[in-house]
Structure formats: C-alpha cells, structure tokens
C-alpha cells in the first residue's frame, strides 16, 4: 500500500507518518472496493443507455465517487464507508433501471425450457449480456437458415417472450465463460462477443471466425462497429455447418414476476413445512481451485430446500435435475448478474408475505466472486442490510484485514470454509 502522506510503502523503513500510513492502507482499500463497484455499476447503467434508459442521479454519483478517489480528497474512514455503501444503494436502481428497460423492449422473462445441444446447420454463438445485440442478430438471420444459439450469461435471453419468437434461437451451448477457448474451438460456427468475459483465442483456433461488437475487442477479431451484422452472417454461411447433436435441456426465465407468480404456492409450501429454506447460490464463476465448492454445496441442500441462482456461477450446477416441491422447481435460474434486482424483488415480496425482515426468512447467501459486477452487487447487498452472507471461493485481495473487520461486525460476512461446515451452520439456525 502506497502512503500519500510520505509517498513510501505504508508501514515500510522509509515511512514518516506510521498512523496516517495505517489508515491509508484502509482508505485504499476502500478505495479499490469503490471503484470496482463503479465499474460494475457502469457495465448495467451501459446497456440500459443502450436501450434508452438513464438515470440522472446515477450519473451524478459517479462522478461524486471518482472525484472522491482523487489523491489526498480524504482521510476520513467514514465517509469512504458510507460512500461505497451509496454506491450500493445506486447499483440497485441502476438494476432496477435495466430491468425496467428489458422488459419494456422484450416482455417479462417465464420460465422457458432451453436446448443445450446443436442442430444441423450454420449456427452463430452469441455470448456476453447485451441482449440488444441479440435482438438486432436474431432480426437480421431470420430466414437466413442460420441457427443462433446463447452462451454463458446469454441463456437467461431464451426466457423473454420478444426474444424466444424467433424460431431460430435454437438452444444454449457451452458453459461458463472461462471454458470458452475450449468451447469455442469446437464450434464449427461464427461467434460474436458482445460484452465482457471474452478471452483471448488459443494461436491457430477460431480467432479467424471470432467478432466483437461494442466495448469488446480482441486483437485479430472483425470489430463490428455498428449493429449491421452482414459480415458475420457472411462468415457464418462460409463454414462448416453444425451437427445434429441433442442435449440436455435446462431451465431459465425465473424472473421476479415469474415467482411470485406462485407466490401463494410457495407461502403455503413454506407454512406447511414443506420447504424448509431457500438458498441463493451464484455469482461470478471463475477457473480458481476451490470454486466446486458451490456444486459440493447445492449437490448437498437438502431436498426439502429450494435453490434459487443467477449469474454465471449457476453452471457449476444447473444441468443436475433437482426436482421439485409440489410442483415448485427445487432450482430457480433468475437470469443474469444484473437479476439479482429479481432476487432482492423476490425476498422483500416474502419478507412482507411472513411479516418479518428479509434477515429473518429462511434465506441464505451463498456467492462466489470475481469481477466488478460481483462487487457492486455485494455493496446493493450490505446497503439493504442484508446479513451473514458467504463469500468465496476466497475473499478479495482488495479488502484489507481491518476493512474485513468492519463487514464482519456490521454485516456478519463469512468467508466459505467446506460445503458440509457452512450447511450444518445455516441449517442448524432453520
């Protein structure tokens, strides 16, 4: 940690100011944890501009909270404390804002039912999260005979009723997005990226065939600088079709009014005894030992609890057949990162139902992280007071032991330890 006061390492032999440099190493830290919640608060605010969506005083924040990262603006712990949880508050109508501004362009997502295999023919693969993207591809292929299929964090498009007309929106293949050199490779398609987590290709792969649109770029790719698909729908007719090769089907489109459409059956579910407690289990995935951890974890909830997921963490474990409860799925897959403004709909609807606040249902946090998205939905999280929240597969770098501290007391948060540990705690408070 850099001491601004001595311009040394903070606490290192050259270091003259020993206490300011000690609170330099939290205010940085708090720093770091501001500007990668920005970061993730700018990627929803982006695409919901994309569709005509803004929010004034989102904007304003952002420009308070960069200012506010200036060097020497402030000393002062608290303010950066209440600052970053601000930066919550402003991630959650950020989330509200995209919400709004998907489901006014493409309908309320239902649950749909989505193909993971192939069908034979020129396919494209789309991945990323701009769903505008889709749309405008799904509108330019159609009648074309080229099949589309979703990728990653693209899947929860197959459960919006504008998006799911189109016939040849054929299915989701592959993964998470850190399996995509592989994934990629074999598909015999043309793929386009339209958002973040996009890697670099593997030398003599598919770079030849990989297109980028919007914010995403990758060195040697076809940039798309507008929304005229015409050169990846030609690249896509010039290869190899793909096969007829059936998988296995999987579920999306658990949006917030989805669920509470069976609200009454839930509530009753939960009044009977027969759901014991439900567990949110998501978050950003990633290619770090440790992360089957949250397959161990949703392999082992018990049968009488129900799992409700989002974001890419979700393909550690969405293709096991959970079953269901009296016709309530036992796995609910509420869509992407950006859901998690369904999830927060979700809790505070039963909150109400049960008479009680949403730290006293029986609900569990069980995220993973890894990106900025990941942190800006974990400061919404704090600044709705939402406690004992675990986090994993390891905690962030970023946060200093003293700033851990301040969440540990105020907000209960857990680092994961083993699937069994941290089941047995939260089960033996139900």
Known sequence: ????????????SGCTQSGVCGKSQNIQSLQDILLFGLKGMAAY??????LGAINPEVDGFVHEALF???????FDLKQYIDLALKCGEMNLKTMELLDKAHTERFGNPVPTEVETGTK??????????????????LKQTEGTGINIYTHS???PAHGYPKLKQFKHLVGNYGGAWQEQKKEFNEFSGALLATTNCVLTPLPNTYLDRLFTIGITGIEGATHLKTRDFSPLIKKAKSLPPLPEALGKKIMTGFHHTAILGLADKIIDAVKKG????????GGCDGAKPGRNYYTEFAESVPKDCVILTLACGKYRFNKIDFGNIDGI???????????AYSAIQVASSLSKAFNCSVNDLPLSFVLSWFE???VAILLTLLTLGIKDIRLGPSLPAFISPDVFKILQDNFGIKAITTPANDLKSILSKS
């Not at 940690?1 to 290192?12: K, L």
């Not at 023919?121 to 591809?137: P, R």
């Open 153 to 155: 964090e693209m899947l």
């Open 1 to 12: 940690m850099f001491c601004y006061q001595c311009e040394q390492t903070a606490g290192g």
């Open 274 to 281: 027969k759901i014991r407690r439900f567990f949110l289990i």
């Open 372 to 374: 900025q998205k990941a």
């Open 120 to 137: 034979a023919g020129h396919g494209i693969l789309i991945t990323g999260h701009d769903l505008l993207d889709l749309y405008e591809l």
């Open 45 to 50: 605010a982006y695409h919901a501009r994309e």
């Open 329 to 339: 799925p036992r796995l609910l897959d509420i869509g992407q990162c950006n859901n």
């Open 68 to 74: 506010k990262t200036v060097t020497n603006v402030s």
